[in-house]
């Protein structure tokens, strides 16, 4: 489903991506964690064609993506962003059944269809008239996560889709990810959270001075849990990988 | 001191109130048509200054540049005297045979003129919607015209409104400078009954209130249809 190969990507004058190899395949969720900074977001606007790589091949679904194919993927990746970047001047009905309308033809009555039923499911039933500004960090970030979904995307890339959410809510996107792997979505989180990531995990991987460092393996010899990394080291205390959802793509 | 008998008699007989009140309507087409013009012509130069295409954004940078340096009055005269003469011959006679053309070429020069001036207030409302928004409508797989039309416009407009009602009052007086090409706009009806009455200070006054009543309606309208945001009005109300 994803698949990048030899990944090569410069920022500042280093090495964000220093030859990446990644593929997640349909149903798995893989969660990307390591110190901010280290290029994990950076990865995630690669696979969805919103930043361009200098070397390496990146495909979706078989299809190849490079600078610019965001548009012409149609929806097919979706992305949560991390400062969730709703449409301000659209309620939050309209934000998420506005692509649905433009790009995939539906009519305006199927389009706010959709929609309520996703505001619904992430318990925001009651905000579909609210605009942006009028909501909380947590219920725009939900209303950003139904946005991608409204589209039926067959790979998600969540930026941090927890950070602004309670416990409850929290176990709300726990299960609407456990949702998206039973639509056979392919889904890649970066996050903080050490719980959510245990919790909704198939793989965990870390990005190391621009390297993918798979967690699993890396483990027994590797010295971030030394202490040189606190976050992931505690992040690898709390996660309990299931063996049958560990199946490597 | 020089003593001046007024006499505003003259404003009424009828075959200066036809110039006037035709010269006035006149004024009145022109403003609309250049400005209708002009805004077409800015955001077309917007969206090619702020395209990640190099080759749309340097000629469109350099025409706004070389169009914003010079007079007004210039482009009106290089569409009316010039422009005909750079094109085939028959095309050129075709213009100057045209009655309307002198109406046609004070509307291109008016318009080209405000349009480069629009093009930076549009290409300012514009970046000013967060770069964050344009990405989540690419990702959504949204074209750049539906982008533009759904995410852009919409929210840059509304920023942007105040500006181009100044914009639009400008052209509204620099109908004025068509004079120039003997436009028969009210300008030049007050120079026709000047030169025919003597009585220059009546028509004068008169135009000057035509002008004023008319820039100050368009303004008073555009300020109640686009409210700057954040901003207090002089009767005190406050535009969120």
Known sequence: ?249 | MLHYDFDWSILLRPQFAELLVDGTLRTLALAAVAGALSFVAGALLALARTSPVAALRWPAELAVEVVRNVPALFWVLFFYFVLPELLPPAWGERLHTWPDYVFAAAAMGLALDNGAYLSDIMRNGMVKVSRGQREAAANCGMSVWQESLCILCPQSLRTMMPAIANRMIHVFKNTSLCVAISLPELSWATQQIESITFKGLEVTLLATAVYATGSLSLAWALSRCFPAPGLTTPWGDRHV
């Open chain 1, 1 to 249: 489903m994803i698949n990048c190969q030899r990944v090569f990507k410069r920022l500042a004058g280093r090495n964000v991506l220093d030859g990446v190899d990644l593929q997640v395949t349909r149903g798995e969720t893989m969660v990307l964690c390591g110190p901010s900074g280290t290029g994990k977001t950076t990865l995630l606007r690669v696979i969805s064609g919103l930043e361009s790589i200098d070397a390496g091949r990146i495909s979706v679904d078989s299809l190849p993506v490079h600078s610019g194919s965001a548009r012409s993927l149609k929806g097919k990746v979706g992305m949560l962003f991390q400062h969730f970047n709703l449409f301000e001047h659209l309620n939050a009905l309209d934000n998420i059944a506005l692509a649905p309308r433009q790009v995939l033809g539906l009519n305006k009555a199927a389009a706010h269809r959709r929609a309520a039923g996703l505001l619904d499911d992430l318990g925001l039933g009651d905000k579909g008239g609210h605009l942006p500004a009028q909501l909380s960090g947590g219920e725009k970030q939900r209303v950003a996560l139904a946005r991608c979904l409204a589209m039926e995307p067959s790979v998600m890339l969540l930026d941090e889709p927890t950070s602004a959410l309670d416990p409850a809510r929290t176990s709300q996107v726990a299960a609407l990810v456990s949702r998206l792997k039973r639509d056979n979505v392919a889904t890649v989180i970066v996050s903080h959270d050490p719980q959510f990531g245990a919790q909704v995990a198939d793989r965990m991987m870390a990005l190391d001075q621009g390297r993918l460092v798979d967690l699993d393996d890396e483990l027994p010899c590797c010295d971030l849990v030394a202490g040189s990394w606190p976050r992931v080291a505690a992040a690898l205390g709390e996660w309990r990988p299931a063996p049958a959802l560990h199946a490597r793509a």
